[in-house]
């Protein structure tokens, strides 16, 4: 039974998470685009917006702030109005690019890189990568952060997050490589039951086949990555794009000369660090600990 079914319609203060970003040109194209569907199919079968939301479970407001492109309909609400559109799959359809418009767009640019690389190289000094993180890490560390984000960007940077771990999903699958320090797994951000389910996350993870974890434990007299992060994309054309603060002010770069020098501390970086094979023994000791 929907909210509506029992009475009560969803408003703007029921999904947190779901507004537009005014500077997304993009995504308010998108949206814009999905809305004039939205309204066109339901004038066509000749529904008014209030019957319109009755049926969906959403209040009038929201229908008109929807098919105005000034709200991002659920992937749920796009089904339903498929259905009580009678659309055949046509309304549907568009819930791939509406999804993506939540994601902020630095994330999304960062995404769809990630979803084209065939191998990455991947160094986080402070934290957990966010390929790795999972919701409730990612909430925890988000929630820390000052000034602090609204309410609604936390959702939206959450889900981007989430989305990001499709990249461990793909066929064929790209080559993957983490190094992450020790003592971002032992400190307990989020709480500790937060930080035990990120540690089996961890450890599924790092028995993926395409996949090497390594940690870096805390003992080393030596460390390469204390300049700061490292991130090395390959595709399969055989450009490559690199980013760390340490190389062109951390924006990214493409040249030869920046690519291998980051590259060269990369390498060096891993050799210094736990084996796989150590390194997921180590996690799985930590797991005990927690």
């Given at each position: 039974?929907?909210?509506?079914?029992?009475?009560?319609?969803?408003?703007?203060?029921?999904?947190?998470?779901?507004?537009?970003?005014?500077?997304?040109?993009?995504?308010?194209?998108?949206?814009?685009?999905?809305?004039?569907?939205?309204?066109?199919?339901?004038?066509?079968?000749?529904?008014?917006?209030?019957?319109?939301?009755?049926?969906?479970?959403?209040?009038?407001?929201?229908?008109?702030?929807?098919?105005?492109?000034?709200?991002?309909?659920?992937?749920?609400?796009?089904?339903?109005?498929?259905?009580?559109?009678?659309?055949?799959?046509?309304?549907?359809?568009?819930?791939?690019?509406?999804?993506?418009?939540?994601?902020?767009?630095?994330?999304?640019?960062?995404?769809?890189?990630?979803?084209?690389?065939?191998?990455?190289?991947l160094?986080?000094?402070l934290?957990?990568?966010?390929?790795?993180?999972?919701?409730?890490?990612?909430?925890?560390?988000?929630?820390?952060?000052?000034?602090a984000?609204?309410?609604?960007?936390?959702?939206?940077?959450?889900?981007?997050?989430?989305?990001?771990?499709?990249?461990?999903?793909?066929?064929?699958?790209?080559?993957?490589?983490?190094?992450?320090?020790?003592?971002?797994?032992?400190?307990?951000?989020?709480?500790?039951?937060a930080?035990?389910?990120?540690?089996e996350?961890?450890?599924?993870?790092?028995?993926?086949?395409?996949?090497?974890?390594?940690?870096?434990?805390?003992?080393?007299?030596?460390?390469?990555?204390?300049?700061?992060?490292?991130?090395?994309?390959?595709?399969?054309?055989?450009?490559?794009?690199?980013?760390?603060?340490?190389?062109?002010?951390?924006?990214?770069?493409?040249?030869?000369?920046?690519?291998r020098?980051?590259?060269?501390?990369?390498?060096?970086?891993?050799?210094?660090?736990?084996?796989?094979?150590?390194?997921?023994?180590?996690?799985?000791?930590?797991?005990?600990?927690?």
């Amino acid at each position: 039974m929907t909210d509506g079914e029992a009475g009560r319609l969803k408003g703007e203060a029921d999904e947190p998470g779901w507004e537009v970003d005014p500077d997304d040109e993009w995504g308010l194209a998108v949206l814009a685009t999905v809305g004039r569907q939205l309204r066109l199919r339901r004038e066509t079968v000749g529904l008014r917006a209030g019957e319109f939301g009755q049926r969906v479970g959403y209040g009038e407001d929201m229908v008109y702030k929807i098919e105005g492109g000034k709200r991002i309909p659920r992937p749920e609400y796009l089904d339903l109005a498929d259905e009580v559109l009678d659309a055949g799959g046509l309304i549907s359809a568009m819930r791939e690019d509406v999804e993506k418009v939540r994601y902020p767009r630095k994330v999304r640019a960062l995404g769809e890189l990630e979803a084209k690389a065939v191998e990455l190289q991947l160094y986080d000094p402070l934290n957990i990568h966010g390929l790795l993180q999972t919701p409730e890490y990612a909430r925890g560390l988000l929630l820390m952060r000052r000034p602090a984000y609204g309410s609604d960007e936390v959702e939206r940077f959450i889900a981007a997050r989430v989305a990001r771990g499709a990249v461990f999903e793909r066929d064929p699958a790209p080559e993957i490589s983490f190094v992450l320090e020790e003592w971002s797994l032992r400190r307990p951000l989020g709480g500790r039951a937060a930080l035990r389910r990120q540690l089996e996350h961890l450890a599924e993870v790092a028995q993926l086949r395409n996949v090497e974890l390594q940690v870096m434990p805390m003992d080393r007299e030596e460390h390469a990555g204390l300049a700061g992060g490292i991130e090395v994309l390959k595709f399969a054309d055989g450009s490559a794009v690199g980013r760390s603060p340490v190389v062109a002010h951390g924006r990214p770069v493409h040249e030869p000369k920046h690519l291998r020098i980051l590259e060269l501390r990369y390498g060096i970086i891993r050799a210094q660090a736990l084996t796989p094979r150590e390194s997921l023994a180590f996690v799985e000791h930590l797991l005990g600990e927690t």
